[in-house]
C-alpha cells in the first residue's frame, strides 16, 4: 500500500509538471496593485530565493511541564497529577520549486522527536499540537525523517489583473491573478488550506494549543502524523474565495495507513471565505467551513448505551466500528485587523 501511495504522489507531480510545460499564456502585466512586503517567517537558516526555487529549514523545540496538584480520578489516559516535564522536537527542511509562472511543487522532509506531557494524553485541547506528529505510546512509527509534504499547484487565470503574492514553503509564485482557480494535489495537511488565519495556525510561530491553532470541532482526514492525499480546487476573486478538498481517510482512526478506495471512505470539506471592507484601512476575513467524513469509525453513543444495558464490561468504541459511518461539522473561522500591528481572531465549531 505504501508502494501505492508513493506511485500515486508520483504521478500526481508528473500530471502537474506536464499540465505546466504545456500550459501557453501569455506574460502576466506587472502587478496592478502593490502590496507592502511580508516579513520571511522565522527559521534556523535564512530562506533563500533563486529564481525558481525556495529553499528553509525550521527547528521547533517546545519544552512544557507543570507542578503536582490534586486530582478526584487518575488513569493511564489522564493528564498526571505528579510534577512533570516533556519536550517535543520538530525538524523540517522545506523545498519549493517553480515549474512556470503558473505551477509550483511543494517537496518537504521532516523528523519528530520527543514527547508531549503524560504521552501527550489527558487534556482535550492539547497545549502542544505538535505532539500530534510524534509517535507515542504503542504507535509503531519510526522516528527516521519521513516525507511530509509534496504536491503540485497549478494556477488557471480567469482575468488580466494580477496582484503580488507573498513567496515561502507553501508556494514560490511572487505574483498571482486576483480571479483565479487553483488546483492542488498531494500530500498536505488540510490545515494548511483551511481554517487558515493570519493569527493562529502555525504552532512553529505562533500559538500552541490545538484548539486554538486548529477548530477544535473539525475532525479533519489525516494520518497518524497530522498527514493526508488530497485535492484542492479553489476559486479566488477580490472579496471572496470558494475551496473544495477531497482527502484520503486513515483506514483505522488515527492510523498510518490511507484508504484509497474513495468509496469506502473520504474526507469532503467546503470553505466560503468573505472579505468585506468594513473598515477602510483595516483587513476583515470570515471563513465558514463544512465537513463530512465518511469512514471505518465508531460511534460514542452506542458504545455508552451498551455499556449502560450491560452489554459490554466499559464503553468500547472500538467494537462499534462500522464501514461508512459518518460524521458531520461545521467552523466559524473570523479574523479582524485592528491596527497594523495588532489583530484578533475567533473560532467557533460544532461537530
Not at 511543487?105 to 505538535?130: K, M, Q
Not at 474513495?262 to 468585506?276: D, K, Q, S, V
Not at 467552523?331 to 489583530?343: F, I, M
Request: proline share 6%; charged share 20%; with cysteine.
Amino acid at each position: 500500500m505504501r508502494l501505492f501511495c508513493k506511485i500515486g504522489l508520483l504521478v500526481a507531480c508528473i500530471i502537474a509538471v506536464a499540465i505546466a510545460m504545456h500550459a501557453q499564456h501569455p506574460e502576466p502585466n506587472a502587478p496592478q496593485q502593490q502590496q507592502p512586503e511580508a516579513d520571511p517567517p522565522d527559521t534556523i537558516f535564512p530562506g533563500h530565493q533563486w529564481n525558481r526555487f525556495w529553499f528553509s529549514g525550521q527547528l521547533n523545540l517546545i519544552e512544557q511541564g507543570h507542578g503536582g496538584f490534586f486530582a478526584l480520578y487518575s488513569g493511564p489516559r489522564s493528564l498526571s497529577n505528579r510534577p512533570e516535564h516533556a519536550m517535543s522536537r520538530i525538524y523540517t527542511f522545506y523545498t519549493v520549486t517553480r515549474l512556470s509562472r503558473f505551477s509550483d511543487v511543494v517537496f518537504d522532509v521532516e523528523e519528530a522527536s520527543g514527547v508531549g506531557l503524560s504521552n501527550s494524553n489527558g487534556l482535550a485541547g492539547f497545549t502542544n499540537i505538535d505532539v500530534v506528529r510524534i509517535p507515542g505510546e504503542g504507535t509503531p512509527l519510526s522516528t527516521a525523517p519521513y516525507l511530509a509534504r509534496i504536491n503540485g499547484r497549478y494556477v488557471v487565470p480567469l482575468g488580466s489583473e494580477w496582484e503580488e503574492a507573498e513567496v515561502g514553503p507553501q508556494g514560490n509564485l511572487p505574483s498571482l491573478p486576483v480571479r483565479r482557480l487553483e488546483l492542488r494535489v498531494g500530500k498536505f495537511p488540510l490545515p494548511d488550506v483551511l481554517d487558515v488565519n493570519g493569527v493562529g495556525s502555525d504552532s512553529h510561530l505562533q500559538f500552541m494549543n490545538w484548539t486554538i491553532v486548529n477548530n477544535g470541532a473539525w475532525d479533519y482526514a489525516a494520518d497518524t502524523r497530522g498527514y493526508t492525499v488530497g485535492a484542492l480546487l479553489e476559486l479566488h476573486a477580490r472579496s471572496w474565495s470558494v475551496r473544495f478538498v477531497e482527502a484520503l481517510m486513515p483506514k483505522i482512526a488515527n492510523g498510518i495507513d490511507l484508504e484509497w478506495n474513495l468509496a469506502r471512505a473520504r474526507g469532503n470539506n467546503l470553505e466560503f471565505e468573505f472579505r468585506p471592507r468594513l473598515a477602510k484601512r483595516h483587513k476583515t476575513a470570515l471563513r465558514l467551513l463544512a465537513y463530512r467524513n465518511v469512514a471505518d469509525m465508531g460511534n460514542y453513543r452506542q458504545a455508552i448505551t451498551e455499556f449502560l444495558a450491560h452489554q459490554t464490561a466499559v464503553p468500547d468504541i472500538i467494537g462499534t466500528r462500522r464501514q461508512g459511518r459518518t460524521k458531520n461539522g461545521i467552523g466559524l473561522n473570523l479574523e479582524q485587523e485592528l491596527s497594523h500591528t495588532t489583530r484578533a481572531f475567533l473560532r467557533i465549531g460544532a461537530g
